[in-house]
């Protein structure tokens, strides 16, 4: 099984950016489909961005244009760029993996169960 490990989570004004890493180790190779979801107090852990081996990527309609997901193959790292941070993106973030190819955009809206998650990490916009 794959284990993850997310870092780069912080505090930020808004406006602010953040990088976020998530890095995969065990059978790397096997995260054909990778994620990061996020959930904040008191809600729902919901979708935010997802990419497939092949580059395919989808993004939930409240980061469109403001965060990016890519993914290093060679470090095994997957990462979520995230600019001009709004305060209703406060929420922890977590990085997901499946060794199944899914469709991006099924993967944010949850129809699928990813079979490893990391921790978290915090992402805290306040001003």
């Known amino acids: 099984q794959v284990q993850l490990v997310e870092s780069g989570g912080g505090s930020v004004q808004p406006g602010g950016s953040l990088r976020l890493s998530c890095e995969a180790s065990?059978?790397?190779?096997?995260?054909?489909?990778m994620a990061w979801f996020r959930q904040a107090p008191g809600k729902e852990r919901e979708g935010v961005a997802a990419?497939?081996?092949?580059?395919?990527?989808a993004y939930a309609d409240f980061v469109k244009g403001r965060f990016a997901i890519s993914k290093d193959k060679d470090k095994s790292v997957l990462y979520l760029q995230m600019n001009s941070l709004e305060l209703e993106d406060t929420a922890v973030y977590y990085c997901?993996?499946?060794?199944?190819?899914?469709?991006?955009?099924?993967?944010?809206?949850?129809?699928?169960?990813?079979?490893?998650w990391g921790k978290g990490t915090q992402v805290t916009v306040s001003s």
């Open positions: 997901a993996s499946d060794h199944r190819w899914y469709h991006p955009e099924r993967v944010i809206g949850g129809l699928y169960r990813m079979e490893s």
């Open positions: 065990g059978s790397p190779t096997s995260s054909v489909s």
């Open positions: 990419i497939v081996t092949d580059g395919m990527a």
